[in-house]
């Protein structure tokens, strides 16, 4: 009993087929109508499956996970080598890229020392481990959790696609508080009146989506160059040219290495990056005594007051190279999916987080004896009998940080594509027993080609470090303002510890984004302009995507008109059935008058599948197909609704094909049962098919029909709207993939259908 029935404005459903206006005679014991029905679906609605499935909350693990101790620490243990290698290889570059000019007076090391230590503790630990991830979407984090939050508790989709059935998915609901309703009620109502607000969501979001992408070129350019810098202090005969053609050679083969997956990466991963830690660890804390211990003096947020009384505008400069040392910070959050958010406070509280302090606070006790040393912090203090090891362990834990944030990348590009933002992509799922790793080829090929370039052109890590610097703390501010919104509308946050948010965290990623705009010129704008190319396209294919849905939902064909195309002497019934793809849930679409016009016939079962995301992470596979019977006389008509969460990726054609009959066949006899117990008797075998119901259909063919729709500016339409559509969008998707590609449709079941739409 797997699949929800429902009703709508033209479509009936097997509820609905029961003459509701029918009364049972006073006094009677029979039942209504409508009391089978709110009988039937309780029945339906309250089976094992799905109160199973109303304990669960995505892959944030279940109350009896938590308690098993071993549990969360086998995977505190595994999110080590998945969520902290960018982070955990910022002690590489950020000495260097605080004082690029190298180091004017003592005593600005404390000052550095002071800024690190603070704002390591203020935003990965406080921010993040301690607030953040409490704004969890069942389990998963990132950009998308969080807008998804947003959209489940406001009405704030630019697509008129929801349906009433959306809310009864398990994992849907929210648990909200009673308190401070009033408050919160009033902005829901002024965002969802406010068309500029709706956009305004989607365009953070979509910024947001653009910076992590950067964030995925500008990772392995600048761990893997410094890492392998590092080889100068061994050999003299390794030139800036021929470290950056080795780092070259080094980033290909990591991007080559992308379409065999990351199935085991927790295992493989994790104990590389935890020896990393352990050697930072251990190598600063010997720095620590052997240099100057009195570092210790930095925990004194004094000497950041006095850092900047002697600098003045460079100390303000020199913040661009202290938010260096939180890279990756973002990672907590975006990959808390596949862990638990338990699993993620041990491993940065007991683990990565001390070992950081302890290697910045070893760097400063070196450099407050070698401050001419800055330039190569990090090889410079190293013991020299521990080198050799620390450059291998560096080299891999700077890959390793590279692969984590293009498999991130990876992830975001599949959940733009859940909400019509991104053109057309394959997404491969790389692992059958790890969920959420997925591959993208095109994606693949053009960040290592960025990589590369980037490689080639900066050469050096400071300049990087610029570009940087912009795109995480851009990140970091827009989840900062969408997690404002969630505190007031959603978790109804008091007031004053919300402003408490804003004034201390929101002002000081504030002033950090003023200090690295500063640096646009020096390679700032690198990112911005990465961001602002994705934006076009983003925009450009969003844009279209949604006046093409609007262009079908006004011009989408009634039943009452469907069943005159079909009654007509010129048009024949074929065996079989046909499965129409398309983006309404309501409605027949206007391409299936334009086929039946030319083609005057159809196969005797018509199922329209359409294929929606849901603002939730995951639909549990129970939830995932609703099904309404459409009123047609001659053929049998079926809308087919499949409902994914933004992380899911869809199943295999020919896997899903198999499980969207099933489910079907099971709609049709739950059909049929409930009409049968109301006393009912089908008046027309098979419903008046005279080449039987859905199993025989199936049994004699399934065609795949596609819509292949071009799109043009209608006369009159403005300037702007006429390149978008005409010469932006055509050229988009003239160069990606067709929808048959995406589907996975057999070519020799699949048949295309033109139309020109006029938007």
Same mark, same amino acid.
């Given at each position: 009993m797997a699949n929800r029935i429902s009703g709508g404005a033209e479509e009936v459903s097997a509820v609905v087929a029961i003459e509701e206006e029918e009364v049972a005679p006073s006094g009677s014991d029979v039942p209504t109508p409508q009391e089978r029905k709110m009988s039937w679906q309780n029945l339906r609605r309250h089976d094992s499956l799905y109160l199973e499935s109303r304990k669960l909350h995505g892959r944030d693990h279940s109350d009896a996970d938590k308690k098993k101790w071993s549990v969360i620490l086998q995977l505190a243990f595994l999110s080590i080598g998945v969520v902290y290698g960018d982070i955990g290889t910022s002690p590489l570059y950020v000495y260097a890229g605080i004082f690029p000019e190298g180091i004017k007076h003592e005593d600005d090391v404390l000052g550095a020392m002071s800024l690190i230590f603070y704002t390591l503790t203020l935003i990965p630990v406080i921010k993040y481990v301690f607030i953040v991830l409490r704004a969890n979407d069942n389990g998963d984090g990132g950009t998308f959790a969080l807008y998804s939050l947003?959209?489940?508790?406001?009405?704030?989709?630019?697509?008129? /696609?929801?349906?009433?059935? #959306?809310?009864?998915?398990?994992?849907?609901?929210? /648990?909200?508080?009673?308190?401070?309703?009033?408050?919160?009620?009033?902005?829901?109502?002024?965002?969802?009146?406010? &068309?500029?607000?709706?956009?305004?969501?989607?365009?953070a979001t979509m910024l947001g989506t653009a910076m992590v992408i950067g964030d995925g070129v500008l990772t392995p350019c600048i761990s893997v160059l410094s890492a392998v810098g590092g080889i100068t202090e061994a050999t003299p005969a390794m030139t800036e040219g021929r470290i950056v053609w080795a780092s070259v050679v080094i980033l290909v083969f990591l991007f080559m290495a992308q379409r065999l997956g990351t199935n085991k990466v927790g295992y493989t991963f994790a104990p590389i990056i935890f020896i990393w830690f352990a050697f930072i660890a251990a190598i600063g804390v010997y720095n620590f005594f052997k240099y100057d211990p009195t570092v210790i003096k930095a925990l004194n947020p004094a000497y950041?007051?006095?850092?900047?009384?002697?600098?003045?505008?460079?100390?303000?400069?020199?913040?661009?190279?202290?938010?260096?040392?939180?890279?990756?910070?973002?990672?907590?959050? %975006?990959?808390?999916? &596949?862990?638990?958010?338990?699993?993620?406070?041990?491993?940065?509280?007991?683990?990565?987080?001390? %070992?950081?302090?302890?290697?910045? %606070?070893?760097?400063?006790?070196?450099?407050?004896?070698?401050? =001419?040393?800055?330039?190569?912090?990090?090889?410079?203090?190293?013991?020299?009998?521990?080198?050799?090891?620390?450059?291998?362990?560096?080299?891999?834990?700077?890959?390793?940080?590279?692969?984590?944030?293009?498999?991130?990348?990876?992830?975001?590009?599949?959940?733009?594509?859940?909400?019509?933002?991104?053109?057309?992509?394959?997404?491969?799922h790389t692992s059958a027993k790890h969920e959420g790793q997925v591959y993208v080829p095109e994606i693949n090929y053009l960040l290592m080609l960025a990589c590369v370039c980037i490689t080639l052109v900066f050469k050096n890590t400071t300049k990087i470090g610029n570009a940087y610097g912009i795109a995480v703390v851009f990140v970091m501010t827009l989840t900062s303002s969408f997690l404002v919104l969630i505190m007031v509308m959603i978790w109804k946050t008091h007031i004053l510890l919300v402003i408490t948010y804003v004034v201390i965290i929101g002002s000081v990623e504030l002033v950090y984004l003023s200090s690295v705009l500063y640096k646009f010129d020096q390679g700032g704008y690198l990112p911005l302009a990465f961001?602002?190319?994705?934006?076009?396209?983003?925009?450009?294919? /969003?844009?279209?995507?949604?006046?093409?849905?609007?262009?079908?939902?006004?011009?989408?064909?009634?039943?009452?008109?469907?069943?005159?195309m079909v009654s007509t002497t010129s048009f024949r019934r074929l065996p079989g059935m046909a499965f129409f793809y398309t983006?309404?849930?309501?409605?027949?679409?206007?391409?299936?008058?334009?086929?039946?016009?030319?083609?005057?016939?159809?196969?005797?079962?018509?199922?329209?599948?359409?294929?929606?995301?849901?603002?939730?992470?995951?639909?549990?596979? #129970?939830?995932?197909?609703?099904f309404r019977r459409v009123e047609a006389k001659e053929i049998d008509v079926f809308r087919c609704v499949v409902r994914y969460g933004y992380t899911e990726v869809r199943a295999e054609h020919e896997l899903f094909e198999k499980i969207l009959l099933k489910r079907l066949e099971?709609?049709?006899?739950?059909?049929?049962?409930?009409?049968?117990? #109301?006393?009912?008797?089908?008046?027309?075998?098979? =419903?008046?098919?005279?080449?039987?119901?859905?199993?025989?259909?199936?049994?004699?063919?399934?065609?795949?029909f596609i819509g292949e729709t071009e799109v043009v500016a209608k006369l009159g339409a403005g300037f702007g709207d006429r390149i978008m559509i005409n010469y932006a969008y055509s050229f988009l998707r003239r160069n990606l993939r067709e929808t048959d590609q995406v589907f996975e449709i057999p070519h020799k079941r699949m048949l295309k259908v033109g139309m020109t739409y006029e938007l």
């Open positions: 947003i959209c489940r508790y406001a009405k704030l989709g630019l697509i008129p /696609n929801a349906e009433m059935e #959306d809310g009864e998915v398990s994992n849907y609901q929210l /648990n909200l508080p009673n308190r401070r309703q009033k408050r919160a009620s009033r902005i829901q109502s002024a965002l969802e009146n406010s &068309h500029f607000a709706k956009v305004s969501l989607l365009f950041i007051i006095y850092y900047f009384q002697r600098n003045k505008k460079d100390a303000w400069i020199s913040l661009g190279g202290v938010v260096l040392c939180i890279t990756g910070a973002e990672a907590l959050f %975006a990959d808390v999916g &596949h862990f638990s958010i338990q699993s993620i406070q041990l491993s940065m509280s007991l683990v990565t987080y001390p %070992a950081l302090i302890c290697a910045y %606070a070893g760097q400063s006790s070196f450099l407050r004896k070698h401050s =001419d040393l800055v330039s190569n912090t990090f090889y410079k203090s190293t013991p020299e009998s521990l080198y050799w090891p620390m450059f291998v362990v560096a080299v891999l834990a700077s890959i390793i940080a590279s692969q984590a944030m293009i498999s991130g990348t990876f992830s975001i590009i599949q959940q733009s594509l859940s909400l019509g933002c991104f053109p057309r992509v394959k997404v491969v961001a602002a190319v994705l934006m076009i396209i983003m925009y450009v294919w /969003n844009s279209v995507f949604r006046k093409k849905y609007f262009y079908e939902l006004s011009h989408k064909i009634s039943p009452e008109k469907f069943n005159q983006e309404l849930v309501q409605g027949i679409p206007p391409i299936i008058k334009h086929y039946v016009e030319h083609v005057p016939a159809l196969q005797s079962v018509l199922v329209f599948v359409t294929i929606k995301s849901l603002p939730v992470s995951k639909v549990p596979a #129970d939830e995932r197909f609703l099971e709609f049709e006899s739950d059909r049929r049962a409930l009409c049968n117990c #109301d006393g009912r008797v089908e008046e027309v075998e098979e =419903d008046g098919n005279e080449f039987g119901g859905v199993a025989e259909a199936w049994k004699q063919g399934v065609v795949h």
